[in-house]
């Protein structure tokens, strides 16, 4: 089955959102992490989901992550995760993986079950310690359900400095049976590289075994959600979870499953469409940005060089300005760590071709000031090393942005 192909079989769901799937529920509440805003979430299934995930690659990981790995090595299969906001839980030491762990434990006996049945997320400040009476208040308050108003209290109660919740959902058929997909996420500074500070929930009631789940998530990481860049900076705690509760009853999917490729389609549609609100809605950020480098012997280069692009803050402030300032884009390309032929480069904002084969072209100042004003930019770079195609994403740098950061604690 080519591509296209599978691109055609995926469906968006208009205001799709994280319970889309048969079986979850979730929900959000104020705790008193927050000030006023909802702070503690959870998602629920009562059938048990096989789980996979990717982790943030600094090398200072928060405690959730630990207790996450462990409840996911215990038998690859969760019921949810409970997830808190304003406070990171990360280098917090022997007290940290306490409170974390009763996190954990606190959910599970809230239906039931064992605690490993549950995974734990957290996202805030670095370097405080749980309020745990607080959260166990929010815990005891948690009435997981089936809305579209639960999954925005669950979406809501995730953010730290976003300014919009972020959500989507898409479905397919595999095996003559409907299978929905379902996302939410958060993320706003800190995202760069491989995730950052960012959390991304999916859900799926594809049924799936934990094995293969992982390995579908794996594939797709790379393009999607390790190819946004907001500031440079990779935070503790991230970490993307995908949940696979079977309710769909279709055959198992495995990589030899004659629907496998449709499968990776869907999530990598879900993903890519999470991590693109998420650099959007970048801290103090006012355009999305999305560069795609054509023409080099690797994928893995193309991806380098776009993500190198739209990562640089003189690139990042010429979008914000609207300046078709070409000359911080091959600069770029230029310290990627990608060997290229600079006389071979071709730059182009959208249709506006503003460098072809190495050397400057006339062209329209107030057309290229006029088209980077959009919300959504697009950058083309081509070049003649190969056949290959990358893309990243990230946002413009403002004024905000030092506002926000400056004062995150406060």
């Not at 993903?271 to 650099?279: G, M, V």
Request: proline share 2%.
């Amino acid at each position: 089955m080519n591509t296209l192909q599978t691109v055609e079989e995926i469906k968006q769901i208009k205001d799709g959102n994280i319970l889309i799937a048969q079986g979850f529920k979730a929900s959000g509440v104020h705790a008193g992490l927050r000030y006023s805003k909802k702070d503690v979430g959870i998602i629920f299934t009562e059938t048990p989901a096989s789980a996979a995930a990717v982790y943030t690659q600094n090398l200072v990981q928060a405690a959730p992550i630990d207790v996450t790995k462990d409840s996911i090595a215990a038998t690859g299969k969760l019921h949810g995760i409970v997830v808190n906001s304003a406070c990171a839980n990360a280098c917090t030491g022997k007290q940290g993986i306490k409170d974390a762990k009763e996190m954990r434990k606190l959910a599970a006996q809230k239906f039931g079950l064992e605690d490993h049945a549950f995974a734990v997320a957290s996202t805030g400040v670095i370097g405080e310690y749980m309020e745990m009476e607080k959260v166990k208040k929010g815990i005891d308050v948690l009435q997981p359900n089936h809305t579209p108003g639960a999954a925005e209290d669950f979406g809501t109660a995730i953010l730290t400095t976003d300014i919009v919740t972020k959500s989507c959902g898409y479905e397919t058929v595999i095996d003559g049976k409907t299978v929905k997909m379902g996302g939410a996420a958060k993320g706003s500074g800190m995202i760069h590289p491989n995730m950052a500070t960012m959390l991304g929930f999916i859900t799926t009631d594809a049924v799936i075994e934990s094995a293969d789940l992982q390995l579908a998530l794996s594939s797709i990481t790379n393009d999607t959600f390790n190819q946004i860049t907001v500031d440079g900076d990779c935070s503790t705690n991230d970490m993307v979870l995908v949940l696979a509760n079977g309710e769909a009853n279709n055959e198992p999917l495995t990589p030899t499953h004659h629907q496998w490729s449709i499968f990776l389609e869907l999530l990598k549609q879900t993903s890519e469409n999470l991590a693109k609100q998420i650099a959007k809605d970048g801290e103090g950020a006012t355009k999305l940005i999305e560069v795609n480098v054509h023409g080099m012997h690797t994928k893995q280069d193309c991806q380098m060089m776009a993500k190198t692009i739209v990562g640089s803050n003189l690139v990042k402030t010429a979008a914000f300005g609207a300046d078709a300032n070409w000359g911080r884009i091959i600069a770029a390309m230029g310290r990627s760590g990608v060997e290229f032929q600079p006389d071979q480069a071709t730059i182009v904002f959208g249709d506006i071709v503003v460098l072809k084969d190495g050397e400057p072209v006339l062209f329209s100042e107030e057309e290229a000031k006029a088209y980077l004003e959009n919300e959504n930019i697009i950058i083309h770079v081509f070049l003649k090393d190969g056949q290959e195609i990358g893309t990243a994403w990230g946002c413009d740098l403002t004024y905000d942005y030092v506002k926000i950061n400056g004062s995150y604690r406060s």
